[in-house]
């Protein structure tokens, strides 16, 4: 661990990590930078909203280079005061997905509290390696990851984020749990009588995003994108308390435009898309046409851009994730995050009571129309 106090800096190298019954890990000449900040007479102030419009003073610096053997890939910096500690982490992407990380400060937090972790969740390493795909394959898959299909050098890929010269601005809103469930069991009323899929407070949630946008502006939102997880998908290489990133994104086909303002329809078709990705199979061949892009793009130092299609919503839901029990013995902990791009959409369970944090981007022209079209379940955070 290296730490730094801007007076000082202490480096242990050569340590060793055991994990009860399932062997050590060595980390030789490999220090974690640690800042730590002490703030005398200035006490940060953020709402209580999960995305905060920025929090670059309280994040490690970070090297925008494609990450080497030189880079560390986790970097943590703490402000401390005599009321508050504030803990930022950055953590790359190639140390696994968020629920990877979450385990990660869940872990962190048990070791400071002195607390036993639970076996059941113990990480395994064991990667599996999906097959070389062929062209045909990589054509078929492609057109299913069009957020994979070009490249940009490091010194193009920002202005991707800020194409068009749109104003973008958020819509942040606070949805009481039980007033969510009223909105899917709603919605799910109004499904055929014959049809058996089951929504889910997301699909729902989302639904009445695209329809509210497309109220204001018709047909602005023709596809919805979500990021998924497939640990939970059965198969012989997978392992639900697999490390690293066990995620793909699933998109919808393109929306009738005679039906893009009807919230139950487009919830049904969300949640029918996700379904079908649900197999061995279709994540096998997904996993292997993606690992070959990203391990060229890689090999070429070059940078996919993850921001939203100009008429597609993605939604990146964390609503599962609880960041708040990452709370080092304290129960107020507060979670938050930044980055705010046209259409994406980010849900969290909310920093205070029972409810959920629903954050998106929108160009300021549409937003007051977006708001003011939003039910009454939706409790805007100015």
């Given at each position: ?111 400071y509290q002195g607390l036993t972790s639970d076996s059941s969740t113990h990480p395994t390493f064991r990667k ?188 990146n839901s964390n609503m599962a994730l609880h960041w708040q029990k990452a709370d080092f013995g304290c129960p ?51």
């Amino acid at each position: 661990m290296e730490v730094s106090t801007g007076r000082s800096v202490q480096t242990t190298h050569d340590f060793t990590i055991d994990i009860i019954g399932l062997g050590q890990i060595r980390l030789a000449d490999s220090p974690i930078p640690l800042e730590i900040i002490d703030l005398e007479h200035s006490e940060p102030r953020f709402t209580d909203s999960v995305i905060q419009d920025s929090l670059e003073p309280f994040l490690p610096d970070t090297d925008p280079v494609v990450t080497n053997v030189d880079n560390p890939l986790l970097r943590l910096k703490i402000h401390l005061s005599s009321s508050s500690s504030i803990i930022g982490v950055a953590w790359h992407h190639t140390l696994g997905d968020a629920a990877t990380l979450l385990r990660f400060m869940i872990a962190l937090s048990d070791g400071y509290q002195g607390l036993t972790s639970d076996s059941s969740t113990h990480p395994t390493f064991r990667k599996y390696h999906f097959p070389e795909p062929d062209q045909m394959k990589i054509s078929k898959w492609l057109p299913h990851m069009s957020h994979l299909a070009h490249t940009y050098p490091a010194s193009e890929i920002g202005a991707k984020y800020t194409e068009g010269g749109e104003v973008i601005v958020p819509i942040r809103a606070i949805i009481r749990r039980t007033d969510a469930d009223a909105l899917r069991k709603k919605m799910h009323s109004m499904l055929d009588i014959n049809s058996k899929v089951q929504l889910s407070i997301q699909d729902c949630l989302t639904a009445t995003i695209v329809t509210t946008i497309n109220s204001v502006q018709p047909n602005t939102v023709q596809k919805v994108t979500n990021v998924a997880g497939f640990r939970q998908v059965t198969a012989t290489w997978n392992d639900s308390n697999i490390a690293g990133n066990s995620i793909y994104i699933v998109s919808t086909p393109a929306l009738d435009p005679e039906r893009s303002c009807d919230p139950t329809q487009i919830a049904r078709i969300i949640r029918e898309s996700l379904l079908a990705t649900r197999t061995a199979e279709y994540v096998e061949e997904y996993m292997s046409v993606a690992g070959h892009k990203m391990a060229l793009a890689a090999e070429s130092e070059r940078h996919f851009f993850f921001g939203s299609e100009r008429n597609t919503i993605s939604v990146n839901s964390n609503m599962a994730l609880h960041w708040q029990k990452a709370d080092f013995g304290c129960p107020a902990t507060r979670f938050f995050t930044a980055t705010i791009t046209r259409f994406y959409m980010r849900v969290f369970p909310a920093n205070t009571g029972e409810a959920i944090d629903l954050t998106f981007g929108a160009p300021e022209s549409l937003r007051q129309d977006i708001i003011q079209r939003l039910g009454p379940e939706f409790m805007i955070v100015q």
